[in-house]
């Protein structure tokens, strides 16, 4: 070692600093790459990803291959820093402690702050290249770390601990996923931001959330004169229509538009031949989560169900429109004040009906009722007063002042809600 010239000692040291700054660096990429983006160019067939992808599968092989080339080059690097000493100062205390001292801050510095730091910062430029290098060294340390490696998890079973060891099999939450839409915000338009948000939300919203309520379903009643009933028809704003006899609640069959039109056209308009060209009704429970639904939709090749409650008393109706509005919003182009249930006061007040959906409300106008409860106007009212109030009964609700301004068989009709901020200027 004496005829080692110092020039070629302090070469191997600054060799030694920087493979050990490599195995940092590997360590800090592999465990800040994104798994998301990673698991894409897997897809694509890049073979790097491929390589770190299978190293990440046996995580524990990789960190004790990374551990073990580390430490044994911070010690050759220390026992390089010695001889150095010995050579130019010899058996000096002093000289030693302080060589001890810089190799100390020289691998702090360059070999495990400095490489972290960049490849936190650039996991995939570091990570993927890094996967050539150690898939081989892990083959030629596996003797040494196996061992290591069983020790360890001797000591984990004493302990009681459970390890992970692939992390590609760990499951994300919906809001672990909300939140990874949430931070992609630069990297996709708001309008499709929303829209995913939406789909995701779909597995927390119910059929009940966005159904048409019972007692505003548009169906035809079969025991009426035939005359009625063909004017029915014609004047009907839907495509699919309930048909129901002697009450609203007993649904006997879903009639098509474009199947009755053929009825129509002839001379006569025969009751039997409309029964015989009904779809059987489509019974939903209230419960079911918006996204089931809407593969049981595609399933069924079918657009409208009737939601019934756990008695088998009908609740109301939901067609595939409905779902795909709290996906993408209405398919419509009129503003919320130009439609028929709600209408603006230059006050900036809002008139509505009694039967409008919170969620509708929330998503439209921008209020935040709770939803947990209630799903009309009418039926937060009444759950918030215990009582069915009367015409010109103020109140407050989640902050909103608002009054009644029409009621009418025990329901609320008409409200007149006033948004928060006129309340604080107040």
């Known amino acids: 070692m004496n005829d080692i010239p110092l020039s070629t000692l302090f070469g191997?040291?600054?060799?030694?600093?920087?493979?050990?700054?490599?195995?940092?660096?590997?360590?800090?990429?592999?465990?800040?790459?994104?798994?998301?983006?990673?698991?894409?160019?897997?897809?694509?067939?890049?073979?790097?990803?491929?390589?770190?992808?299978?190293?990440?599968g046996k995580i524990d092989k990789l960190l004790g291959s990374i551990l073990l080339?580390?430490?044994?080059?911070?010690?050759?690097?220390?026992?390089?820093?010695?001889?150095?000493?010995?050579?130019?100062?010899?058996?000096?205390?002093?000289?030693?402690?302080?060589?001890t001292l810089s190799i100390t801050f020289a691998l702090l510095v360059f070999s495990e702050i400095m490489p972290k730091i960049i490849a936190a910062s650039y996991p995939e430029r570091i990570a993927l290249p890094a996967s050539y290098v150690l898939t081989p060294l892990i083959t030629l340390f596996h003797p040494v770390v196996t061992v290591a490696g069983g020790m360890v998890k001797g000591f984990l079973w004493l302990l009681r601990i459970k390890i992970q060891t692939d992390q590609s099999k760990q499951k994300m939450t919906m809001e672990e996923l909300?939140?990874?839409?949430?931070?992609?915000?630069?990297?996709?338009?708001?309008k499709h931001q929303k829209m995913l948000l939406n789909l995701v939300d779909l597995e927390r919203i119910t059929v009940n959330d966005v159904m048409v309520p019972r007692?505003?379903?548009?169906?035809?009643?079969?025991?009426?004169?035939?005359?009625?009933?063909?004017?029915?028809?014609?004047?009907?704003?839907?495509?699919?229509?309930?048909?129901?006899?002697?009450?609203?609640?007993?649904?006997i069959g879903i009639l098509h538009a474009k199947r009755a039109l053929t009825l129509l056209e002839g001379s006569s308009f025969d009751l039997d031949e409309l029964k015989d060209v009904l779809y059987d009704p489509y019974f939903i429970p209230s419960d079911t989560p918006l996204l089931k639904q809407l593969q049981q939709f595609q399933e069924r090749h079918a657009r409208l169900g009737l939601v019934v409650d756990e008695y088998g008393e009908l609740l109301g109706l939901v067609t595939l429109e409905n779902i795909l509005e709290e996906i993408v919003?209405?398919?419509?182009?009129?503003?919320?004040?130009?439609?028929?249930?709600?209408?603006?006061?230059?006050?900036?007040?809002?008139?509505?009906?009694?039967?409008?959906?919170?969620?509708?409300?929330?998503?439209?106008?921008?209020?935040?009722?709770?939803?947990?409860?209630?799903?009309?106007?009418?039926?937060?009212?009444?759950?918030?007063?215990?009582?069915?109030?009367?015409?010109g009964t103020s109140l407050?609700?989640?902050?909103?002042?608002?009054?009644?301004i029409q009621t009418q068989d025990?329901?609320?009709?008409?409200?007149?809600?006033?948004?928060?901020?006129?309340?604080?200027?107040?």
Not at 413 to 426: C, E, G, H, S, T
């Open 12 to 56: 191997i040291l600054l060799l030694l600093l920087v493979l050990s700054g490599f195995f940092s660096a590997s360590e800090t990429s592999m465990m800040a790459i994104n798994r998301h983006r990673l698991n894409h160019m897997l897809r694509k067939g890049n073979k790097a990803a491929k390589l770190t992808s299978r190293l990440l």
């Open 69 to 99: 080339g580390n430490t044994l080059l911070n010690v050759a690097a220390a026992a390089v820093t010695n001889i150095i000493v010995l050579r130019m100062f010899g058996q000096d205390d002093l000289a030693i402690l302080l060589g």
């Open 178 to 190: 909300r939140g990874l839409v949430l931070d992609a915000e630069h990297f996709i338009p708001r």
């Open 215 to 251: 007692n505003q379903i548009e169906g035809l009643d079969i025991n009426v004169e035939l005359t009625q009933l063909r004017e029915q028809i014609i004047t009907c704003h839907h495509t699919l229509l309930p048909v129901y006899e002697e009450s609203p609640s007993n649904i």
């Open 329 to 391: 919003g209405e398919f419509t182009t009129q503003a919320p004040s130009q439609t028929g249930k709600y209408l603006r006061h230059e006050d900036g007040s809002f008139l509505l009906e009694g039967g409008s959906s919170l969620r509708e409300l929330n998503r439209k106008l921008g209020l935040h009722f709770p939803l947990d409860g209630a799903k009309t106007l009418n039926g937060l009212i009444l759950d918030h007063l215990e009582d069915i109030p009367e015409a």
């Open 396 to 404: 407050k609700i989640s902050g909103y002042p608002m009054e009644i």
């Open 410 to 426: 025990r329901v609320v009709k008409v409200v007149r809600i006033f948004p928060v901020r006129l309340n604080k200027d107040a």
